[in-house]
């Protein structure tokens, strides 16, 4: 995975994220998050979370600072920087919000991975399309833009998106805002929700009873 919309090389950034560990026995991983790993050009601001072991609330402080000031010595915008620190055993508390983003759209740049790939699972954007305010000439034209005319191609295609239900689309985490500038395009309201998924099972029934072959 690569990121166009960053200040500096990701190879920069992991290398920094690699020393700032080996100077601090407490870091368990430095995670990028939110917008920029969600594909948006121009992200409003750019979001860490240091990831540490055991840490209090003063060293939690002290070392998310301290990271900050590594970023923008690196040429990190200050007003576009948000870095926190948490401990990993606040990832099973409730009420610590950003949570699912951070298991989601996190990428870790210790060990260079997605953390739903860490977590052996993928990272989804689930979209519900409301096309009520539509004519029958308008839906037909999104209808071909999202999907083609032979309803195999379009942006879906181009995003590597799944067409599941009449407008509702899946697609890989890291398209949600080239898809959300493609609604914004068409004028298109819609729910948005983000997912983590494993491929649980995967049977063909037709196969089982011989109604159709195995393709080679």
């Known amino acids: 995975m690569r990121f166009s919309n960053l200040p500096i090389e990701l190879s920069e950034l992991e290398h920094v994220a690699e020393e700032f560990r080996r100077e601090h026995e407490g870091v368990f991983d430095v995670v990028l998050y939110g917008s920029v790993t969600q594909g948006k050009e121009a992200p409003n601001d750019f979001d860490f979370m240091v990831l540490l072991t055991g840490a209090d609330e003063s060293e939690r402080f002290e070392l998310a600072f301290e990271f900050k000031e590594m970023l923008i010595d ?30 989601i759209t996190g990428y870790s740049l210790i060990r260079r991975r997605p953390l739903h790939e860490l977590m052996n699972g993928e990272g989804y954007a689930l979209f519900i399309l409301d096309i009520r305010g539509m004519t029958k000439n308008e839906k037909n034209k999104f209808s071909f833009a999202l999907r083609g005319r ?10 590597e998106g799944r067409y599941l239900a009449p407008w509702v689309v899946l697609l890989p985490v890291e398209a949600t ?40």
């Open 150 to 159: 032979d309803g195999k191609t379009g942006v879906l295609r181009d995003l």
């Open 74 to 103: 690196m040429g990190f915008p200050h007003e576009r920087l948000d870095v926190k620190a948490m401990n990993l055993e606040q990832m099973w508390d409730p009420n610590y919000l950003a949570v699912p983003g951070l298991v």
């Open 177 to 216: 805002y080239r898809f959300k500038e493609f609604l914004k395009m068409w004028k298109v309201p819609y729910e948005l929700y983000l997912m983590f998924g494993t491929l649980y099972e995967s049977k063909d029934w037709r196969i089982e009873e011989g109604i159709v072959r195995p393709q080679p």
